[in-house]
C-alpha cells in the first residue's frame, strides 16, 4: 500500500492524534471527561491525603469538635458531587461515544473506497485494514480514558508530593526507586501485549471468518453438499491454536515478570518508608500525629505515582496500534487527483498489447491482447475458466492497471480518468454477485433509488 512517506509517529504526537480525531466527534465529551476525570482523582486526593493528616494533628492539638465536624462535612459534600459527576459523564457516554464511532469508522470506511482495487487483494492490507476497523473503537476509548486518568493521576501526585514534603521532604526519596521500578517492568509487559496482539491478527482473520462462513446463508449449500466444511473448521481450530500458544507463552513471561515487580515494589513503597519513619520518631522532637498520617499518605502517593507511570506505558502500547491507523488514513492513491478527467460519454474502447499479470504470479494471466470495441457494438468474450475472462473485464472498468500495454476508453487511457466516474459509466453482474441486506431495488441498482 503506497503512503506518502512512511515515518515514525512519537507515542505523543499518536495520543494528540488521537484525542483530536475524537474531538472531531465529539468535542465536549472529551474536555467533560478530562475535567471530570481530573476532580475526582485530585478530590480522592485531598480526602485520603490531606484529611487524614488534618485529622490527626487536629486530636493532637485538640481542635473543636465542631471544627471537625464542619471540615468533615464539607469533604462529605464533595464526596456526593464527586458521584453526581461521575453519573452525568456516565449518561454522557452512552449518548455521544457512539457519534465518535461514528465519526471514526466513516474516516475508515471512505479511506478504503477510496483505494485502489488492487490493495484489497494483498494479505498485508488486509491485515492493515483490519486492525484500523477494529481499532478505531475501543483503541480511541482506552486513549481518551488513559489520557484522561494520566493528566488526574499527575495532578493527583503534586498534590500529595506537596502535602508530603510539607511534613518531611525527605521522604519523597523513596519514590524515586519506585517509578523506576514501574517503569521498567510496565515497559515489559507492554512491549509483550503489543507483540501478541500484532502476531495474532493474521489467525485472528482466519479464525472469524472460518466462523462466519457457517452460519451466512449463501455458503449453507455447499457445507451441506461438499467436504468443505471439515476443512474450513479445522483452519478455524489451528488459528486458535496457534493464538492460544502464543498466549501461553506470553503468560509464562509474565509469571516472571508480575511477581519481581511487586516483590520490589512492595519493598521500597512499604518496609523502608516504615523503617525510616520510625527511625526519625525514636530520634527526633518530630510531631507524631504528622508522620503517622505520612504511612497511608506515602501509601497513597507511591501507588498514584506507580499508576501514573503505568498509564504512561499503557498510553505507549496503545499508541503502537495508533501508528497503523494513522498509516492507513495516510493512503494516498497512485495517481495525483487533480490530474484526472472525468467520464461521461464514452465511445470506442481500443486494448493495445495489454497483458496483466497478478501480484506475486510466476505468468501472466492475460498476454499480449489487442482488441478493438466500437461504440454501440454487442461482443461476446469467451473461454474456459481461469483465461482471463473476468481480469478483462476488470481492466476494462480501470479496477485493475495493465502490466504491459494499454487499454484507451475514448481515446483516453483508463488510468487518465476519475476511478468513481469511470466506474458509474458500467453496468456489471459479476459471476461471484453478492446480495446485500437490502431491499430488492436496492441490490438492483446497486444504490438507492431516486
Known amino acids: 500500500m503506497k503512503e506518502k512517506e512512511k515515518k515514525k509517529y512519537s507515542p505523543f504526537s499518536n495520543v494528540m492524534y488521537m484525542l483530536k480525531t475524537m474531538c472531531e466527534g465529539s468535542k465536549g465529551y472529551v474536555i467533560y471527561t478530562f475535567i471530570k476525570e481530573f476532580n475526582e482523582n485530585v478530590f480522592w486526593t485531598i480526602f485520603s491525603v490531606y484529611l487524614t493528616e488534618w ?4 486530636i493532637e492539638n485538640k481542635t473543636p469538635f465542631t471544627t471537625l465536624v464542619a471540615v468533615i462535612g464539607a469533604m462529605c459534600i464533595g464526596h456526593i458531587l464527586i458521584h453526581i459527576t461521575a453519573a452525568i459523564h456516565q449518561l454522557c457516554e452512552k449518548q455521544f461515544l457512539p ?7 466513516k474516516k475508515v470506511i471512505n479511506k478504503s473506497i477510496s483505494m485502489e482495487y488492487t490493495e484489497f487483494e494483498r494479505p498485508d492490507f488486509y491485515d492493515k ?12 476509548n482506552n486513549i481518551l480514558y488513559f489520557s484522561a486518568y494520566l493528566v488526574a493521576g499527575i495532578a493527583s501526585v503534586i498534590a500529595a508530593t506537596v502535602i508530603v514534603a510539607d511534613v518531611d521532604p525527605m521522604l519523597l526519596l523513596f519514590i524515586v526507586p519506585m517509578v523506576a521500578v514501574s517503569m521498567f517492568f ?4 507492554g512491549d509483550l501485549y503489543y507483540s501478541l496482539d500484532m502476531s495474532n491478527t493474521r489467525d485472528g482473520r482466519i479464525g472469524s471468518y472460518a466462523k462466519r462462513v457457517f452460519y451466512e446463508k449463501k455458503y449453507a449449500g455447499e457445507l451441506r453438499l461438499f467436504g468443505i466444511g471439515k476443512l474450513l473448521l479445522s483452519r478455524h481450530e489451528k488459528a486458535y491454536d ?11 513471561k509474565l509469571c516472571v515478570i508480575e511477581p519481581l515487580k511487586w516483590i520490589l515494589y512492595n519493598l521500597l513503597s512499604t518496609i523502608l518508608p516504615y523503617l525510616y519513619i520510625t527511625y526519625v520518631l525514636n530520634t527526633s522532637d518530630a510531631q507524631t500525629a504528622a508522620y503517622v498520617a505520612m504511612i497511608p499518605a506515602l501509601s497513597t502517593l507511591s501507588w498514584r505515582t506507580s499508576d501514573a507511570v503505568e498509564l504512561i506505558v499503557s498510553l505507549a502500547k496503545e499508541s503502537a496500534f495508533v501508528t497503523n491507523l494513522r498509516e492507513f488514513l495516510a493512503y494516498e492513491p497512485k495517481t495525483d487527483k487533480a490530474e484526472l478527467i472525468k467520464a461521461k460519454n464514452l465511445s470506442d474502447i481500443e486494448i493495445k498489447d495489454m497483458s496483466f499479470t497478478y501480484e506475486g504470479a510466476d505468468k501472466p494471466t492475460l498476454h499480449d491482447v489487442n482488441i478493438s470495441i466500437g461504440k454501440g457494438e454487442k461482443i461476446a468474450i469467451v473461454g474456459h475458466n481461469g483465461a482471463g475472462k473476468t481480469t478483462l473485464v476488470k481492466l476494462i472498468m480501470g479496477l485493475y492497471n495493465p502490466t504491459e500495454g494499454a487499454i484507451k476508453i475514448s481515446g483516453e487511457d483508463t488510468s487518465k480518468y476519475e476511478p468513481k466516474s469511470l466506474h458509474r459509466r458500467f453496468g456489471t453482474v459479476f459471476q461471484d454477485l453478492q446480495i446485500f441486506a437490502l431491499p430488492l431495488s436496492h441490490n438492483v441498482l446497486m444504490r438507492k433509488p431516486k
Open 242 to 252: 496457534e493464538m492460544e500458544k502464543r498466549t501461553w507463552e506470553m503468560r509464562k
Open 55 to 58: 485529622i490527626y494533628i487536629s
Open 99 to 105: 457519534e465518535i464511532y461514528r465519526s471514526f469508522y
Open 186 to 189: 510496565g515497559k515489559k509487559e
Open 129 to 140: 485494514y483490519t486492525r484500523a476497523l477494529n481499532e478505531c473503537q475501543w483503541r480511541g
